[in-house]
RNA sequence: GCAGAAAUGGUGGAAUGGUAGACACGAGGGACUUAAAAUCCCUUGGCCGUUGAGGCUGUGUGGGUUCGAGUCCCACUUUCUGUACCA
C-alpha cells in the first residue's frame, strides 16, 4: 500500500479533535512539566515555513515528555493587539478586530495542518476583554504599590502612606522618581493633591514627566526596546525625545533581581549576556561639586572617582535641571541658542552626526579635593537619562572628554604614569596614579583600582559624596497614543489620577468612528463617545503597549477561565513555571525583561509561586528565504543562465521561487509570469536555464516565500515536521531550501514500507541485529531529544531504517519500539502504525521505550591503531580484553611491522574501548 | 567601540581530546523501462598512484599544550547577532 500523507493525516487529526486528546488538567497525581511558545502576532501574511520551526522543536520535547509519564502543558495564544493591524484600520476604517480575528481563523487553520498537540481549550487572546481584564487588573495592583528597598519587594501603597502620617519620610527606604524629604506633620498638612503627587513619586506603576522616545510618523511614544539606532522598530521611522507626561512601571526597582535572578535560569549565555548589558549595572560614586558663589551642589555619577585630580570641566546633559540654574545672564543667549538647536535634532541626527558641541553656562564648580574652580560646560554627549544628567569630565583617561576638550582647547591633565596622551585618551582602567596629591587625599603610587577604592573611601567619610551603584535599566514607558490596545482602567477626578474599582473591570475598548488622533492632538480614543465613569470622570484616552498583554499570558494558560484570579493558588502551585520556553532572541530586551518583572512583582504580591517565569530557555534560529535571481543582458530581453553570466553585462532579477525548481527555472512560467517577460529569450546551459540564488529575509517582496501548507499538502506534515528538525540545530539561523525535502520524504516512504512488510501476526523476538539496531536507536533519540539535538535524531532514524530495510526485518516488536520512538516527531504516522499493531489508546500517551542495554553488548572491540598519532590499521580484540592483551594484539597485527620499522615503542598508550597509540 | 556566537566538501550539516566529513541534498555513472516518473545499486574533500596498492594532504590564519587537536589555550582575520556617547 502507499504512503497516502493526505488520508493519514486527516483521519489521525480528526481522532485527536473528537477525542480531546491533548486537553490537559491538574493532575497531582503525576509530575507537571510546562512547554511554552511565545505567542504569535497573527500577521496578514500568514505563516511562513519559519514560523513553525520552533513549535515544532517545543512540540516535539512536550510529546517526548508525556510520553515519560508528565502532565504537559502545552498551550498557544494569540498576541493579538499590534499596531499592523492599526495602520490598516486607519487606512480602510476597518475595526482591528476583525482584522486580527481573520488573521487568527488563518493562523489556527495553518497551525492545525501541522499536527501540533496544543491544549487549544486554554488558548488566550490578549485583545479578549476576558483576558485583558487581567492585564488591568496587575495594573491597579502596580499602582497600588511601591518598592520598599529593606523589604527588597513591592508594599501597599496604604502602608506607605500611613508611614507618612506617622513618620514622614523618616527611615522610608523607597525607590522614588526622585528624591524625597518632608515630616509627618509637612505629610499631613499637604492637601489631597498634594499627598497624591508625592504618591506618584513612589507608585510602581507612576505618571512621570519623563523624556520619551517620541515617534511623529505612527504618533506614539514607544519604549527604549521598542526604537533601534535612533529609528522604530516597527516601520523604521524617526524617532525624537520629547519631555511628555505618561504612564510608567517602575522596572528599574527590580534591576538588581532582575540581574541576580538571570544566575538561576538556564538561558544560553548570550541571552543572559544581552539582559545584563541591558540591566547595565555599574559601580561607582556620586560626588558633589560645590557650585562657585551659590549655595548649591552638583552631583555627578562616576566610575572613575580615582581620576577626580584630573577633572578639568564639568559638563550637563542639556536636559538638565541644573542647566537655568548655573546659566549666567551673560552666557545665557548662547545656551539658550544651544538647547534650541539639540531640540530639534532627532535621537537619530544626533548619533549619525557624533558632531563635538557644546557651550559655557559661565558658571565653575569647586573641585572638593583641590579647591579649584572648573567651569561647567552644556553637551549633548551627555546624556540626561543616565546617572544624574551631568559629569565630571577627565579629558585624559575619557575619550569623550578628551574629544570635548580637544574641541574647546581645555586642559588635559594626565593621572596615570606613562600614560601618552598626546593623541588619545587612556581610558584603560589599569597603571600607576600620579599628579593626584591634594591637601587630604594622596593616591599617587596606588594602582588604578587601589585609587578607586581609597576616593570611594574618602568621600564618604568627608560627606562629599557616596558609593553608588547605577543600572541602565529605565523605567517602562506605558502609554501608547494609539487605539488598538488594552484599555487604561483609569480615570481623573479634578485632574488627579484614579483607578477603577476592581469589580469593574474589564474596562472594554470603546468604539471610535476613526482611528486617527483627533483635530486637537487627543489620541484615538478621545474620539469614543461618554467615555467617561458614572460620576462623569473622564478616562484615560492611552492605550496600554505591546508588551502589556504579552507579560503575563503564560500564568494565563494555567487557569485560563477563572473568573476571580489571573490564575488560581491551585493551578498556579501545580504548573507553578515554564519549564521549556522556545522563542526568538529579538525578545531578550523587551518582552523578557518585562515578563520577568511582571512576574516578580506578582510574586511580592504573593499571586504566583515561582520568582521566574522560565527556567529554561531555547532560542529558535530565524529561517531565512531562498531567493532565486536570473541574469538579464543589459538593454535586452535574454537571459543567461548562471554558468555563463560572467560572459556578459547583466543585471540580476529576482524571480518567484514557484516558478524554480532545484535552481531551474521554468522558462515557460517565466514568460507568463509579466507582461514585459512575455517574449524573452534564454541562453541555456546543457539545455537547462540555471538561476543564482542568494539568502535574504523571507518575505513577499522577494518572492521568496515557502508556505507551510503548500509542503503539507504535497509532501505532508510529518514530513515537514522532520525535515524543519532536520536542517539544522534548532537554535542555529539557516536559509530555507526545499531541495532537501525529498530525502526526509523518502525516509517515511521507506518507513512506511517496513512497516507495511512487517510481519504483524508474529510476535518472534527480535534478532540480534535488529535488537542492535532498535535499542541504539533509543539511546540516541533519547540523548539528542534531551539535548534539543533533533537534527541528528532524523538521521538517526534514517540510519536504522536503512538497517532494519537492508536485514529484510518483519519484526512486530521492532516496530513497536520505533513508532513509539518516532511518534514525537512525526505523530500522524505514528498514530497509525499504533492502532495498526492492535493499539487502541493514541499513541500519544504510549510509554517511551528503555534502552535494552544487553542488546548493546559486542563480542569483539575495533581498535583503531596509531602511531605518533596517524592511524594507520585497525584491530578487533574480543570485548573486555584488558590493556596489555590490546597492546599484545596491536603489536602482533601482520600490519604492525611495516610502521614499527625495526624499531622498538617507547610508549604505548590504550584508551579503553577508543583507541591504540603507539608512540615511537 | 563593547559584548556574545560562529568559521568543517558543490550545499545543509555530523564528530564525550581518539580512524574528520555521519546523515541528507546536489552531481556523475549504472540497473529496471519503448520512454519518463518512481525505485534500486555504485562513485563523490583535494592531490599523486592503482585498477584487489596504497600514499600524501586536508576542519579560516599563525603559534602553543598533548602520545594524539575540528575540539583545549594565546594572538589574528572574517561573518552573524545584540548594543552603543551609560561617564
Given at each position: 500500500?502507499?504512503?497516502?500523507?493526505?488520508?493519514?493525516?486527516?483521519?489521525?487529526?480528526?481522532?485527536?479533535?473528537?477525542?480531546?486528546?491533548?486537553?490537559?488538567?491538574?493532575?497531582?497525581?503525576?509530575?507537571?512539566?510546562?512547554?511554552?511558545?511565545?505567542?504569535?502576532?497573527?500577521?496578514?501574511?500568514?505563516?511562513?515555513?519559519?514560523?513553525?520551526?520552533?513549535?515544532?522543536?517545543?512540540?516535539?520535547?512536550?510529546?517526548?515528555?508525556?510520553?515519560?509519564?508528565?502532565?504537559?502543558?502545552?498551550?498557544?495564544?494569540?498576541?493579538?493587539?499590534?499596531?499592523?493591524?492599526?495602520?490598516?484600520?486607519?487606512?480602510?476604517?476597518?475595526?482591528?478586530?476583525?482584522?486580527?480575528?481573520?488573521?487568527?481563523?488563518?493562523?489556527?487553520?495553518?497551525?492545525?495542518?501541522?499536527?501540533?498537540?496544543?491544549?487549544?481549550?486554554?488558548?488566550?487572546?490578549?485583545?479578549?476583554?476576558?483576558?485583558?481584564?487581567?492585564?488591568?487588573?496587575?495594573?491597579?495592583?502596580?499602582?497600588?504599590?511601591?518598592?520598599?528597598?529593606?523589604?527588597?519587594?513591592?508594599?501597599?501603597?496604604?502602608?506607605?502612606?500611613?508611614?507618612?502620617?506617622?513618620?514622614?519620610?523618616?527611615?522610608?527606604?523607597?525607590?522614588?522618581?526622585?528624591?524625597?524629604?518632608?515630616?509627618?506633620?509637612?505629610?499631613?498638612?499637604?492637601?489631597?493633591?498634594?499627598?497624591?503627587?508625592?504618591?506618584?513619586?513612589?507608585?510602581?506603576?507612576?505618571?512621570?514627566?519623563?523624556m520619551v522616545n517620541w515617534c511623529p510618523a505612527l504618533g506614539t511614544v514607544l519604549a527604549n526596546d521598542e526604537v533601534s539606532e535612533g529609528l522604530s522598530v516597527r516601520g523604521g521611522h524617526p524617532v525624537e525625545q520629547k519631555l511628555m507626561s505618561q504612564w510608567c512601571l517602575r522596572v528599574s526597582a527590580y534591576a538588581p533581581r532582575l540581574l541576580s535572578g538571570l544566575d538561576t535560569l538556564?538561558?544560553?549565555?548570550?541571552?543572559?549576556?544581552?539582559?545584563?548589558?541591558?540591566?547595565?549595572?555599574?559601580?561607582?560614586?556620586?560626588?558633589?561639586?560645590?557650585?562657585?558663589?551659590?549655595?548649591?551642589?552638583?552631583?555627578?555619577?562616576?566610575?572613575?572617582?580615582?581620576?577626580?585630580?584630573?577633572?578639568?570641566?564639568?559638563?550637563?546633559?542639556?536636559?538638565?535641571?541644573?542647566?537655568?540654574?548655573?546659566?549666567?545672564p551673560e552666557q545665557k543667549p548662547l545656551v539658550d541658542a544651544y538647547l534650541d538647536e539639540v531640540k530639534h535634532k532627532t535621537e537619530r541626527e544626533r548619533q549619525i552626526e557624533k558632531r563635538v558641541s557644546g557651550v559655557f553656562t559661565g558658571s565653575y564648580a569647586v573641585n572638593p579635593l583641590t579647591g579649584q574652580n572648573i567651569p561647567v560646560w552644556v553637551s549633548d554627549y551627555v546624556l540626561a537619562g543616565y546617572g544624574t544628567g551631568a559629569v565630571m569630565a577627565v579629558p585624559a583617561h575619557d575619550s569623550r572628554d578628551y574629544a570635548f576638550a580637544r574641541h574647546f582647547d581645555l586642559p588635559i591633565v594626565p593621572l596615570i604614569e606613562g600614560a601618552d596622551v598626546s593623541e588619545q585618551s587612556f581610558d584603560a582602567k589599569e597603571g600607576i596614579m600620579m599628579n593626584s596629591k591634594g591637601p587630604k587625599l594622596d593616591l599617587n603610587g596606588l594602582t588604578v583600582k587601589e585609587a578607586i577604592a581609597r576616593t570611594k573611601q574618602f568621600i564618604e567619610a568627608e560627606g562629599i559624596g557616596r558609593v553608588k551603584v547605577n543600572y541602565r535599566l529605565r523605567d517602562a514607558i506605558f502609554s501608547r497614543q494609539r487605539y488598538w490596545g488594552e484599555p487604561f482602567p483609569v480615570y481623573y477626578k479634578d485632574g488627579m489620577a484614579c483607578m477603577l474599582p476592581e469589580s469593574e473591570l474589564p474596562l472594554q475598548l470603546p468604539a471610535v468612528d476613526s482611528y486617527l488622533p483627533t483635530e486637537d492632538g487627543q489620541p484615538p480614543l478621545g474620539r469614543a463617545k461618554d467615555w467617561k465613569t458614572k460620576e462623569g470622570y473622564p478616562i484615560e484616552v492611552c492605550t496600554m503597549p505591546g508588551f502589556a498583554g504579552s507579560s503575563a499570558y503564560y500564568l494565563r494558560y494555567m487557569d485560563p477561565h477563572n473568573s476571580e484570579a489571573l490564575v488560581?493558588?491551585?493551578?498556579?502551585?501545580?504548573?507553578?513555571?515554564?519549564?521549556?520556553?522556545?522563542?526568538?532572541?529579538?525578545?531578550?530586551?523587551?518582552?523578557?525583561?518585562?515578563?520577568?518583572?511582571?512576574?516578580?512583582?506578582?510574586?511580592?504580591?504573593?499571586?504566583?509561586?515561582?520568582?521566574?517565569?522560565?527556567?529554561?530557555?531555547?532560542?529558535?534560529?530565524?529561517?531565512?528565504?531562498?531567493?532565486?535571481?536570473?541574469?538579464?543582458?543589459?538593454?535586452?530581453?535574454?537571459?543567461?543562465?548562471?554558468?555563463?553570466?560572467?560572459?556578459?553585462?547583466?543585471?540580476?532579477?529576482?524571480?518567484?521561487?514557484?516558478?524554480?525548481?532545484?535552481?531551474?527555472?521554468d522558462t515557460e512560467?517565466?514568460?507568463?509570469?509579466?507582461?514585459?517577460?512575455?517574449?524573452?529569450?534564454?541562453?541555456?546551459?546543457?539545455?537547462?536555464?540555471?538561476?543564482?540564488?542568494?539568502?535574504?529575509?523571507?518575505?513577499?517582496?522577494?518572492?521568496?516565500?515557502?508556505?507551510?501548507?503548500?509542503?503539507?499538502?504535497?509532501?505532508?506534515?510529518?514530513?515537514?515536521?522532520?525535515?524543519?528538525?532536520?536542517?539544522?540545530?534548532?537554535?542555529?539561523?539557516?536559509?530555507?531550501?526545499?531541495?532537501?525535502?525529498?530525502?526526509?520524504?523518502?525516509?517515511?516512504?521507506?518507513?512506511?514500507?517496513?512497516?507495511?512488510?512487517?510481519?504483524?501476526?508474529?510476535?518472534?523476538?527480535?534478532?540480534?541485529?535488529?535488537?542492535?539496531?532498535?535499542?541504539?536507536?533509543?539511546?540516541?533519540?533519547?540523548?539528542?531529544?534531551?539535548?534539543?539535538?533533533?537534527?541528528?535524531?532524523?538521521?538517526?532514524?534514517?540510519?536504522?531504517?536503512?538497517?532494519?530495510?537492508?536485514?529484510?526485518?518483519?519484526?512486530?516488536?521492532?516496530?513497536?519500539?520505533?513508532?513509539?520512538?518516532?511518534?514525537?516527531?512525526?505523530?500522524?504516522?505514528?498514530?497509525?502504525?499504533?492502532?495498526?499493531?492492535?493499539?487502541?489508546t493514541s499513541v500519544v500517551d504510549a510509554a517511551w521505550p528503555e534502552v535494552d542495554e544487553s542488546a548493546l553488548v559486542e563480542d569483539t572491540v575495533k581498535y583503531p591503531v596509531s602511531f605518533n598519532g596517524k592511524t594507520r590499521f585497525s584491530i578487533e580484540v574480543p570485548a573486555g580484553s584488558d590493556k596489555a592483551a590490546v597492546e599484545q594484539a596491536a603489536l602482533a597485527d601482520p600490519n604492525a611491522a611495516k610502521w614499527l620499522d625495526g624499531k622498538q615503542p617507547k610508549k604505548i598508550i590504550v584508551v579503553p574501548n577508543r583507541i591504540v597509540n603507539i608512540v615511537l
Open positions: 500500500m502507499e504512503y497516502n500523507h493526505q488520508d493519514i493525516e486527516k483521519r489521525w487529526q480528526q481522532y485527536w479533535r473528537d477525542n480531546n486528546i491533548y486537553k490537559v488538567d491538574v493532575d497531582s497525581s503525576r509530575p507537571k512539566f510546562y512547554v511554552l511558545d511565545m505567542f504569535p502576532y497573527p500577521s496578514g501574511a500568514g505563516l511562513h515555513v519559519g514560523h513553525p520551526l520552533g513549535y515544532i522543536a517545543s512540540d516535539i520535547y512536550a510529546r517526548y515528555k508525556r510520553q515519560n509519564g508528565f502532565n504537559v502543558l502545552h498551550p498557544m495564544g494569540y498576541d493579538a493587539y499590534g499596531l499592523p493591524a492599526e495602520q490598516y484600520a486607519i487606512q480602510t476604517g476597518q475595526h482591528p478586530e476583525i482584522t486580527t480575528v481573520s488573521n487568527i481563523n488563518n493562523y489556527r487553520s495553518q497551525l492545525d495542518m501541522i499536527g501540533f498537540s496544543f491544549d487549544w481549550s486554554r488558548e488566550v487572546r490578549t485583545c479578549d476583554p476576558e483576558y485583558y481584564r487581567w492585564t488591568q487588573w496587575a495594573f491597579i495592583r502596580m499602582f497600588n504599590s511601591y518598592y520598599d528597598l529593606d523589604a527588597d519587594k513591592a508594599m501597599p501603597i496604604s502602608g506607605l502612606v500611613e508611614r507618612f502620617a506617622a513618620n514622614g519620610t523618616e527611615r522610608v527606604n523607597a525607590a522614588a522618581t526622585k528624591p524625597m524629604r518632608f515630616t509627618a506633620a509637612e505629610w499631613n498638612a499637604m492637601s489631597e493633591r498634594e499627598q497624591a503627587d508625592v504618591l506618584m513619586n513612589y507608585r510602581i506603576a507612576y505618571r512621570g514627566e519623563t538556564n538561558w544560553s549565555e548570550s541571552l543572559k549576556e544581552t539582559q545584563r548589558n541591558w540591566i547595565g549595572r555599574s559601580e561607582g560614586a556620586e560626588i558633589n561639586f560645590k557650585v562657585a558663589g551659590q549655595d548649591l551642589n552638583l552631583e555627578i555619577f562616576t566610575t572613575r572617582a580615582d581620576t577626580i585630580f584630573g577633572v578639568t570641566f564639568m559638563v550637563l546633559a542639556p536636559e538638565s535641571k541644573y542647566v537655568p540654574l548655573l546659566t549666567t488560581g493558588k491551585e493551578a498556579n502551585a501545580y504548573w507553578r513555571n515554564v519549564d521549556l520556553y522556545v522563542g526568538g532572541a529579538e525578545h531578550a530586551t523587551g518582552h523578557l525583561i518585562y515578563s520577568r518583572f511582571w512576574n516578580k512583582f506578582l510574586y511580592d504580591l504573593g499571586v504566583v509561586a515561582e520568582p521566574e517565569p522560565f527556567r529554561k530557555l531555547v532560542n529558535q534560529g530565524m529561517i531565512q528565504g531562498r531567493s532565486n535571481y536570473v541574469y538579464r543582458i543589459k538593454g535586452t530581453n535574454t537571459f543567461v543562465s548562471k554558468g555563463l553570466k560572467k560572459d556578459y553585462d547583466t543585471t540580476p532579477i529576482r524571480v518567484d521561487i514557484g516558478m524554480v525548481d532545484n535552481d531551474v527555472l512560467a517565466f514568460r507568463k509570469w509579466r507582461p514585459d517577460f512575455a517574449d524573452a529569450e534564454f541562453i541555456l546551459e546543457n539545455g537547462k536555464y540555471v538561476c543564482g540564488y542568494a539568502v535574504e529575509k523571507m518575505s513577499k517582496s522577494m518572492f521568496n516565500v515557502v508556505n507551510p501548507n503548500d509542503i503539507v499538502e504535497r509532501y505532508g506534515a510529518d514530513t515537514l515536521r522532520l525535515y524543519e528538525m532536520f536542517l539544522g540545530p534548532v537554535e542555529q539561523s539557516k536559509p530555507w531550501d526545499t531541495n532537501g525535502i525529498d530525502g526526509v520524504n523518502r525516509f517515511l516512504r521507506k518507513l512506511w514500507s517496513l512497516f507495511d512488510n512487517a510481519d504483524l501476526a508474529s510476535d518472534a523476538p527480535m534478532t540480534p541485529q535488529e535488537a542492535k539496531t532498535v535499542n541504539k536507536l533509543v539511546k540516541k533519540v533519547t540523548q539528542d531529544i534531551e539535548n534539543f539535538s533533533y537534527n541528528t535524531s532524523v538521521s538517526a532514524f534514517m540510519i536504522a531504517v536503512n538497517e532494519l530495510s537492508s536485514m529484510k526485518s518483519r519484526n512486530r516488536q521492532a516496530m513497536d519500539i520505533i513508532t513509539r520512538l518516532i511518534a514525537p516527531f512525526a505523530p500522524h504516522i505514528a498514530e497509525e502504525f499504533w492502532h495498526r499493531l492492535g493499539h487502541d
